[in-house]
């Protein structure tokens, strides 16, 4: 019984280690990323409707080298627009989004990554690509430079 619970000790904290943060808040973002001197990457999705939202979260975000390395190197922060009722955010969360949409994706670009400094200046722009972690890495760190 404590090897079990020993093993299972473990086994959440390594995963709590590459844990990624996914934030709500702009104005909280732009404090942690200016305490932590971090870049910000601002994800625009549609988590149940957006097909390429779906991969790019599949395919990068959801790796543990992703999460490792974004849990060093940004904050994170999404933007979700659900469709389904039954994964509606709240009014606040909702109008949050839409605002940040107004300043940053004015075109509705789905799904959109945008790298911002602490203070929230615009530093670069893509979205899904077919590609590994690493790579997708070395294009937002290209923004940072």
Partial sequence: MKKVF?????FVA????YAQEWQTDFSKVKEIASQQQKPI???F??????????KLDREVWSTDSFKKYASEHYVMLQ????RKKKNALSEAQTAANAKL????NKKGIFPLVVVLDAKGNVLGKTSYK?????AYIKELNAFVK
Avoid: H, R
């Fill in 101 to 104: 949409a107004e300043t940053y």
């Fill in 14 to 17: 390594t995963i709590s280690g």
């Fill in 130 to 134: 077919k590609t590994t972690p690493e």
């Fill in 45 to 54: 999705q549609g988590s149940d409707w957006c097909a390429p939202c779906i």
């Fill in 79 to 82: 933007a979700n627009f659900p």
């Fill in 6 to 10: 020993l093993i299972t000790i473990m």
């Fill in 41 to 43: 990457i601002l994800v």
